[in-house]
């Protein structure tokens, strides 16, 4: 049996809300404990979402458990823990600098570009198209309030991007803002779960400071903005700096960032219910 998508979010949901044994997992796909065993070790590696511990191992009596990756230990130096801490206490993009992840990551691991603009929608969306079009399996979206779904020039429109990646069966989850002024967008990715008949879409609100997209747990695209100071000597003109890390510490660092945001937010579902209440 091949996994797929339907079977990962399946998986996911079952264990999200508590530790299960693999044992437990076979039973609720109705699979051989093999198959579930394979699986959660295919989900392990390739999207970092679940972790596995051993007990009694070595023994005929071993029990193997599973349980969401947000209850590990997230970072693995004094460098990153400062990051989390930081991350996890901010809660409007300049409480943040993304260059203070760049500046850890090695030379032959990141890369940088600098585009002044008085508008995101005047930058080169292509890069952003392409970036997301590369995913084959996962996308994890760190957004403000999905604004950059209506970003489009002649040639790209973001949305219709996101669109042909429902359509090939790529996970996309997402932690944003939910509230009155973000909601129309909101509604709009979410639309698209039902226009392809696939739940594929996830959000969940959550305010923080990072706005980055993570690809297959392989590689990330991290924005930074730097607004004019008016000041002597600093800078006169707005500048988008978006950095591209390829280092797979930092990668799954920021997953793990992003799967406990996740795990601690509320699904948008149940905010959009709600905001409907008050108009």
């Known amino acids: ?34 198959t579930a065993d394979r699986y959660i070790d295919e989900i392990q590696k390739d999207y970092g979402t679940v972790s596995t ?18 209850v590990e230990k997230i970072s693995s130096s004094i460098f ?24 850890h990551v090695p030379d032959k691991s990141k890369s940088a570009e600098i585009q002044k603009a008085i508008k995101e929608e005047d930058t ?18 760190f957004s403000g309030n999905l604004s950059f779904t209506n970003l489009k020039n002649k040639k790209y429109d973001l949305l219709e ?42 959000i969940h609100h959550k305010e923080h400071p990072i706005r980055a ?19 002597t000597h600093e800078l006169d003109k707005k500048i988008f700096i978006f950095y591209t890390i390829k280092d797979k510490d930092w990668t799954e660092w920021l997953s793990k960032i992003f799967w406990k945001i996740f795990s601690q937010s509320i699904d948008a579902n149940k905010r959009l219910e709600e905001l409907k209440k008050i108009g």
Request: aromatic share 8%.
């Open 80 to 103: 990153q823990e400062k990051l989390e801490e930081d991350i996890m206490r901010a809660r409007r993009k300049e409480d943040f600098s993304a260059f203070d992840i760049f500046q």
């Open 53 to 70: 511990r051993v007990f009694r191992e070595g023994t005929r009596g071993a029990l193997k458990i599973v349980f969401w990756s947000s």
């Open 213 to 231: 997209f993570i690809v297959d747990g392989k590689l990330f695209r991290i924005k930074e903005i730097k607004e004019p100071t008016g000041r």
């Open 161 to 202: 991007v996101l669109d042909k990646l429902v359509k090939k069966g790529i996970s996309i989850k997402i932690v944003c803002r939910v509230d009155l002024a973000g909601r129309e967008n909101i509604e709009k990715i979410l639309a698209l779960n039902f226009k392809n008949g696939k739940e594929l879409i996830e």
């Open 1 to 34: 049996m091949v996994l797929n998508n339907v079977e990962i979010k399946k998986i996911e949901d079952f264990i999200y809300s508590k530790p299960r044994s693999i044992q437990e997992i076979a039973e609720h796909l109705d699979i051989s404990w093999r």
């Open 124 to 141: 080169d969306i292509e890069n952003l198209a392409k970036f997301l079009s590369s995913a084959e399996k996962q996308i994890l979206i």
